[in-house]
């Protein structure tokens, strides 16, 4: 099994930045593809950024585009997303999850295996 677990939250006014970490349970953690997602009240889960765990190749929303950069450790088993010029629209509770096998369809949480709690981000005007 593989555990997942979020940190790196909290509250920051609009234009500050944020590092969220990802570390996964174990030794060895090698999974297909990470992905960040967040998601706010009452809004559906969406996704903001993801990384090809081989190659390192990113995804993003194109909101966040030039402004959060995702990345991982592979020998620590941790995904990383730096977020900066932060927005009150980016407020939400933000999730990593992982997806064990090929394909990645790194935008579409329902590709994912395991899922983190998640941590709050919480951007003040």
């Known amino acids: 099994q593989v555990q997942l677990v979020e940190s790196g939250g909290g509250l920051v006014q609009a234009g500050g930045s944020l590092r969220l970490s990802c570390a996964a349970s174990?030794?060895?953690?090698?999974?297909?593809?990470m992905g960040w997602f967040r998601q706010a009240p009452g809004k559906e889960r969406e996704f903001v950024a993801a990384?090809?765990?081989?190659?390192?190749?990113?995804w993003y929303l194109d909101s966040v585009k030039g402004r959060f950069t995702i990345s991982r450790d592979n020998a620590k088993g941790t995904v990383y997303l730096q977020m900066s010029s932060l927005k009150p629209d980016d407020t939400a509770v933000y999730y990593c999850?992982?997806?064990?096998?090929?394909?990645?369809?790194?935008?579409?949480?329902?590709?994912?295996?395991?899922w983190g709690q998640g941590t709050q981000v919480t951007v003040s005007s």
């Open positions: 999850a992982a997806d064990l096998a090929p394909p990645l369809y790194h935008w579409d949480p329902d590709n994912y295996d395991y």
């Open positions: 174990g030794r060895t953690f090698s999974p297909y593809g």
């Open positions: 990384i090809a765990w081989s190659t390192g190749e990113p």
